[in-house]
């Protein structure tokens, strides 16, 4: 009996490695706000469906590779993604900076999962200027937010809250800066080529400038870059303003206008202020 359950798993292993991938209607989601509601350039995604690697390998290295594992390319608009992540549901990946042609700045594209197997059938995906996504400390794109205080880099969160890290409120009278982490402000400039950190000592700055509300209230901007230790993650740096309002969950969010339209994402995002 025991031999027979053996060669089961043995076959169950063989149909999984060659099952087509299928990538999930709205399957292609802003990493940081999980938001399916259109995703930037230069962005990291996540994409969700089925059989789409069979493996979870380590880290790769910087720049990103295209292909990993049994994964021989992601590709949105025929353009290849850099990729973070893979796994049999889930693949976490840069979008492509130039994923539309030149000059354009929103559309659609198709997003395409080849496997050694095969590949997925096309999905259409929605491109925008700029879908912003906060880093979330539980990674559900709510709740606790990833921002630091640039004096310590602690989170600006309420006082041993969070295991193996340090966090304290960010202090509204310490005049400290504090350091949003996020995805999908779109261009920057100078230009960055995919699948590379910003790691060369120039600053790209965001082409749109975003707001940042804590509890409602603008704080002071002093810069919105790439990150120069990862791919398409971002920075924003502001001084949170006097009247800002105190407590160990107030809403941090990200505001920007795109064509006259004014993009806020969730109030569901917090930090932790003090006077």
Known sequence: MRAVWLILGMLVCVCL?????????GGVVNSG??????????????IFGTNLATTIPQPDTIPL??????????????VDAGLYYVSAGQINAQLPFNVLPSGQTSGTVPIVVTRSSGASAPQSVTIVQAAPGIFTANATGLGQAIATDNDDNAIAA???SISGLTTHPISISSGHAL?????????VTPSIGNYMAASDGT???????PTVLIGGVAATPIYSVLSPQFVSEYQI????AAGT???DAVSLQIQIVINGVTVTTSNQVTIAVAP
């Open 245 to 247: 309002p105190t407590g």
């Open 17 to 25: 490695a060659h099952a087509q991938p299928a990538v999930g209607a």
């Open 158 to 160: 309420p006082a041993g």
């Open 33 to 46: 706000s999980y938001s399916s509601q259109g995703v930037a350039p230069g962005s990291i995604v996540s």
């Open 237 to 240: 740096g502001v001084v949170p």
């Open 203 to 209: 600053f790209r700055n965001t082409v749109l400038q």
């Open 65 to 78: 590779s295209t292909g990993w594992s049994d994964v021989t390319s992601v590709t949105f608009g025929n």
């Open 179 to 187: 350091i949003v982490w996020c995805t999908g402000l779109g261009a």
